[in-house]
């Protein structure tokens, strides 16, 4: 009887151990993937290089002074969002697009420190979509200073974004299913008394990228080529109206 229960004591916990990794490996590969429209993107154009880094993607354009790091959503493949900050590239800020361990940001919430001391920039932008912007705001709230903005896209912060001069956005859509929006009111009191908001009509959780229709979502009134260009005209608003003030 002994020998019996010290066996089930050594294969039981193993066996648990082994459900637990199992489910673990099918949930972290259940992801939403690029749609087979980005794949053009990742070519380029003629005015933005795209290439392959050790952080993700390199989106470079004409600018040479502005830069922007991107964390993508949870469980989205991070090439799904070429569409929109190519357009961004194009205007003349560089992105990085972050590949996150098992898409998951809040694995790889210090991504931004490793790309600013690696790159020569005169201005730094932060930007993520859902669980991506949560944890941008999460990291930018210690580095405000290394910052000249943040940009949530269907995001809300959990800690203070007061204690710097870094300029504050934050972008959704009105037919989104997924974001909290009691959880966006609630993250106002973290916001800078100066920050900027935007409701884009008619577009939804998922609008921001190109990996189809996200689970709860609700139903997009517009296009995501029109909510990404909304979108990318509202960054470039907010960091003109950076310049500006210095």
Same mark, same amino acid.
């Given at each position: 009887?002994?020998?019996?229960?010290?066996?089930?004591?050594?294969?039981?916990?193993?066996?648990?151990?082994?459900?637990?990794?199992?489910?673990?490996?099918? @949930?972290?590969?259940?992801?939403?993937?690029?749609?087979?429209?980005?794949?053009?993107?990742?070519?380029? *154009?003629?005015?933005?290089?795209?290439?392959?880094?050790?952080?993700?993607?390199?989106?470079?354009?004409? &600018?040479?002074?502005?830069?922007?790091?991107?964390?993508?959503?949870?469980?989205?493949?991070?090439?799904?969002?070429?569409?929109?900050?190519?357009?961004?590239?194009?205007?003349?800020?560089?992105?990085?697009?972050?590949?996150?361990?098992? *898409?998951?940001?809040?694995?790889?919430?210090?991504?931004?420190?490793?790309?600013?001391?690696? @790159?020569? @920039?005169?201005?730094?932008?932060?930007?993520?979509?859902?669980?991506?912007?949560?944890?941008?705001?999460?990291?930018?709230?210690?580095?405000? *200073?290394? =910052?000249?903005?943040?940009?949530?896209?269907?995001? @809300?912060?959990?800690?203070?974004?007061?204690?710097?001069?870094?300029?504050?956005?934050?972008?959704?859509?009105?037919?989104?299913?997924?974001?909290?929006?009691?959880?966006?009111?609630?993250? +106002?009191?973290?916001?800078?008394?100066?920050?900027?908001?935007?409701?884009?009509?008619?577009?939804?959780?998922?609008?921001?990228?190109?990996? &189809?229709?996200? +689970? &709860?979502?609700?139903?997009?009134?517009?296009?995501?080529?029109?909510?990404? +260009?909304?979108?990318?005209?509202?960054?470039?608003? =907010?960091?003109? *109206?950076?310049?500006?003030?210095?």
């Amino acid at each position: 009887m002994n020998s019996i229960w010290k066996q089930k004591k050594i294969w039981i916990p193993a066996l648990i151990l082994l459900l637990l990794a199992s489910g673990c490996i099918v @949930y972290v590969n259940d992801y939403y993937h690029s749609d087979e429209s980005v794949k053009e993107y990742l070519n380029g *154009n003629d005015s933005v290089t795209v290439s392959e880094i050790s952080e993700g993607l390199f989106l470079d354009g004409p &600018g040479e002074e502005n830069a922007l790091i991107f964390y993508p959503g949870a469980k989205v493949e991070y090439t799904a969002y070429a569409p929109l900050f190519l357009q961004l590239a194009e205007q003349g800020v560089d992105c990085f697009l972050v590949k996150m361990p098992c *898409n998951l940001a809040f694995l790889g919430q210090n991504k931004a420190s490793g790309i600013m001391a690696s @790159y020569q @920039y005169d201005h730094w932008y932060l930007s993520g979509h859902s669980l991506g912007g949560a944890m941008a705001a999460s990291w930018a709230s210690s580095h405000l *200073n290394q =910052l000249d903005g943040l940009i949530l896209l269907a995001a @809300y912060p959990t800690k203070n974004l007061k204690e710097g001069s870094a300029a504050v956005l934050s972008v959704y859509g009105s037919e989104d299913g997924v974001l909290n929006m009691e959880k966006v009111s609630e993250g +106002k009191k973290w916001m800078p008394t100066d920050y900027t908001e935007l409701c884009i009509d008619g577009g939804n959780h998922a609008g921001f990228g190109n990996y &189809g229709r996200q +689970k &709860g979502d609700g139903t997009a009134k517009i296009s995501p080529e029109v909510q990404q +260009k909304q979108t990318v005209d509202a960054i470039l608003e =907010l960091m003109e *109206n950076r310049s500006k003030t210095e």
